[in-house]
Nanobody, 125 residues
Framework: VQLQASGGGLVQAGDSLRLSCEAS??????MSWFRQTPGKEREFLVA?????????FYADSVKNRFTASKDNAKNTVYLQMNSLKPEDTAVYYC????????????????????WGQGTLVTVSS
């Protein structure tokens, strides 16, 4: 499975941005977003279940500003990011797993079978 993330760019603080992640196959159950800045661990943001209950699980740090959605017909998940802050500057990665899991698993990069190439989001002050 290949994941293609897109939508990153340079925005100003307070702006919004929507990221997209398209999977090449309809075989994954979970699609998630992480982000990473230099020298830091990759940070979990949100996990979306593409099947079953369609659950969405957010990290506390972003659940009031970021919203995930999906379009199963397009094998795509989106991340709508509002009220962006300079500290949101990072490379955003899309990840996919064959299964849904407990929250502790969904937050771990080791749970995921596939990763996209990352898309850079830069928020200027």
């Amino acid at each position: 499975v290949q994941l293609q993330a897109s939508g990153g760019g340079l925005v100003q603080a307070g702006d919004s941005l929507r990221l997209s992640c398209e999977a090449s196959e309809n075989t994954v159950t979970t699609m998630s977003w992480f982000r990473q800045t230099p020298g830091k661990e990759r940070e979990f943001l949100v996990a979306v279940a593409r099947r079953g209950s369609g659950s969405t699980f957010y990290a506390d740090s972003v659940k009031n500003r970021f919203t995930a959605s999906k379009d199963n017909a397009k094998n795509t998940v989106y991340l709508q990011m509002n009220s962006l802050k300079p500290e949101d500057t990072a490379v955003y990665y899309c990840a996919a797993a064959l299964n849904w899991g407990a929250r502790s698993l969904l937050q771990s990069r080791n749970w995921y079978n596939y990763w996209g190439q990352g898309t850079l989001v830069t928020v200027s002050s």
